[in-house]
DNA sequence: CCGCCGAAGTTTTACGTATAACGTCTCCCG
DNA sequence: CGGGAGACGTTATACGTAAAACTTCGGCGG
């Protein structure tokens, strides 16, 4: 470090107050009441204020033995979805005195470098999306508190867990749907082995199945518009009658099935209905608008920092899953009868 | 905290390997050579394994004065042109045993909060794209050392600068849709006081008009795509000749402004052109495919990264702007001649 | 007038690590 | 055979902060 002034310590602070450190600690940590005067109080802020004092954090989480620093884990910041959570989480952090750390699982990085070195930061909790399920092999072994987002109830032992309620986002979609007619329809899934999207499957085959008549063909394809477009193109292109609708599981898969839809010389939505998940910007930039279910990302993340500070606190989070909602834009329309 | 057992510290790892903890030090630290036997290097390494040893990070910083651990403020990360940089910045970093912690310029976060409270974290250097304005202000004051994205060489005192040739970007879209033809240009400008933004504007200013029988109308418009649609739609249903094309300052105005011209009943890009400027999903999503300048978002943050080591080293960052490259895609063509 | 209490501080200590400074013991060379 | 040079450690210390334990002093009730 090429550092030529060295910061100022609290005992800096109290040299030129002219008191003790430990008046210093007291004063700018608001523990004085009763302890020192009014006076001498003002004396020191104003000493701390005059040479720039700042805290060095190092030391402060050294001595309390916590940081007040939760590390949020995603998957690859690919979307705004996730800084959507994390903006929430911020805030709900703030308001806490509580910090913030993003940890985007590596892609690429490097050698898959545990989140605590890389990170640096000493943490006094986790909330990790089940997505980022590579960087969480990392975290095992640690006991550090866990509140893990959209992941299942069940398997994820101890770990409290906030969910949005897909499985109902699913339920409206797919009503929606055989609402309008639709009995052909066709799933683009994400070819990504976690619970959320497990669930869109799951409840996607109960709610079709319940109605007689109807077909459900499934697809996987990677989430990437490229990858939605060539898995859509191939299962359209195949012999049979043609799904009338496209239920995909977030609104880049949903891109890809427009572009894949426009190849054949099919229309959005006279020829094929499409439908998306997530609402995000790309939503209501492809045309026409995507139907589709909106999550509130920033709610989301607030209600995995409420948990993980009720977990802090020894108390219970508050469980119920976060609402969605239903979308309807220009994509969607009843099927043609030919 | 509810933290029944405390974490293991290095003392615990040189009791259970019968040394002292210097010597745990010495092993773990990779400083044992001539001073550790291999034995005994072995054994303590196998005590460290065995305990689950991880170092207490808050008393290493507090030992050496550092972190290894650098900011990279980012504006609110609505798109994934900074997760792009982040990664190229994370990569560089993990190569140096260095960590990189995210601060996204907090929008609806709190009460302003600085970024040092915010991210806890004790750090080293900052990385910051001139686009977080806001949250720079928190930062001066300090004397950390500091790289910026994407701002004036001129105008960041001091501060070493790292900067796409958006410049350059810009004159290639001008000189392709010049050379298409187009003589009416509409400019639509994202409505943001930044540096990376000004260089748009004057370099497209000078090359147009640097052609006889041109024009050039500028319109600014918040970045987001109902934004652009509105500024977009005003402009062009404005009296008088229309242009032929419209240079967008970024693909998010882009996405508004094909939305502008589809409300008008024109088409794209027979009547007119569109071009954007990022290279973000966004733009293959779209329909036609958007003629926009690929930056390389993750050459930005490795860059960005290199820099602040070599200054952190006490060496000059070495300079040379970032290229970037126009790519041609379905929204550019000839006016039609009427 | 004694003893106690509260105000207003100060002294001291601990947090866990990295490393400078300091012992041994053995070997080898002159 | 004296002593210097490794090899192999250990002891001691400092980093900056928070807070527990201690000191001092004036006032006041009994």
Redesign the pocket.
Known sequence: MAHGS?RP???DVAQAAG?????V??V??D?WR????Q??AERVREAARELGYR??LA??N????RTRTVLLVVPALTTEFFAGVYTGAARIAAQNGFGVVLYPSPEGIGPARDPFASAQAALDGIIASSMAADALTALRGDQLPLVMLDSDPEGSLGAATVNLDIADGVRQVAGHLLGLGHRRLLHLAADVASWTFEVRARELAARVGAVPGTSLLTVRAPISIEGARTAAETALSAKGPRPTAIICDDDKLAAGAYKAVRRLGLRIPDDISVTGLDDLALATAIDPELTTVRLDAELFGERGMQALLAVLDGRRPDGGDIPVELVVRGSTAPPSVP
Chains 1, 2 share one sequence.
């Open positions: 060295t310590t609290s005992r008191v003790s450190q430990a008046a600690s007291l700018l940590g523990k009763g302890r020192v005067s006076a001498t805290p060095n030391a402060r050294l001595r309390l033995g």
